[in-house]
């Protein structure tokens, strides 16, 4: 890694895709997969934070997934329910958790400890890391822009206040920079609705490994990858 740390990206997307491949590759049911992908988030998230990264943000449940088999999204609900109470366990690891999405979908308990996790991780500043949970980025625009509705509504606001940083500041990830690279896995080349707004100006990292598989050393690549990219952001 020493080579690529001088230009490390200051805010990673992950979009974990894969895991049903993974799973069904070894006949085994998807929701394996799953439980494998949620170890390898764990040692991502770990890994990220060792070699310096400010921001993580990981796509683990987004609003069309629901429409998934009912027995699929026990399990999902499960490996969050017992990452949640996980985490609330080491506080002192310094690192500041954001839930990006609607809350409320998930019951007043998880919500609640969501909200406690949040609150309670406020300070903490070595990394922040955001899961993505019930999370559309378009879901995300429309949430803020109800939000300047009201305040022109209310007359806090006219209009001609409505800018680029009015709306940034609204979304989940209000005060959080954009994304500087998002990464891919399990040879899908799109964007599936994940921070559509934040990743205007980002780089793309695609890979056929699938992500029960992405390794601290896969992320290597994509890191030294990123850091040969020339980023013009509409310049020249
Ligand atoms: C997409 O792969 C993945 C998901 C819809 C779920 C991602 C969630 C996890 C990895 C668990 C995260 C756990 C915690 C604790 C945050 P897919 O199932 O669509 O894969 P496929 O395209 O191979 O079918």
Redesign the pocket.
């Known amino acids: 890694m020493s080579e690529t740390t001088d230009r490390l990206p200051v805010h990673i997307g992950f979009i974990?895709?894969?895991?049903?491949?993974?799973a069904q590759k070894r006949g085994l049911p998807?929701k394996f997969?799953?439980r494998e992908?949620?170890s390898?988030?764990r040692k991502i998230a770990r890994y990220c934070k060792k070699i310096g990264i400010k921001y993580v943000t990981?796509?683990?449940?987004?609003t069309e997934?629901w429409s998934r088999p009912k027995d699929e999204i026990d399990e999902?609900m499960k490996?969050?329910g017992?990452?949640i109470d996980e985490v609330g366990e080491y506080a002192e690891e310094n690192t500041r958790l954001i839930f990006l999405g609607d809350k409320s979908a998930f019951g007043k308990e998880m919500a609640d400890k969501m909200s406690e996790l949040e609150r309670d991780s406020r300070d903490f500043d070595e990394m922040t890391l955001m899961?993505a949970m019930n999370y559309g980025g378009r879901d995300d625009i429309v949430h803020a822009t109800r939000q300047i509705a009201a305040m022109v509504e209310n007359k806090e606001i006219r209009h001609t206040d409505v800018d680029e940083a009015l709306i940034s500041g609204l979304l989940y990830t209000g005060g959080i920079p954009d994304a500087d690279l998002i990464i891919r896995p399990?040879g899908?080349k799109r964007l599936s609705n994940f921070l559509i707004w934040q990743s205007a100006y980002a780089e793309f990292y695609f890979t056929d490994v699938?992500?029960p598989d992405f390794t601290p050393k896969e992320l290597d690549k994509a890191l030294e990858d990123f850091a040969s990219r020339k980023r013009r952001f509409g310049g020249v």
Request: hydrophobic residues 45%; aromatic residues 26%; proline residues 0%.
């Open positions: 974990m895709d894969g895991n049903g491949r993974w998807r997969g799953h992908g949620a390898a988030f990981f796509y683990a449940f987004s997934n999902l490996l969050f017992e990452y899961l399990s899908e699938l992500w």
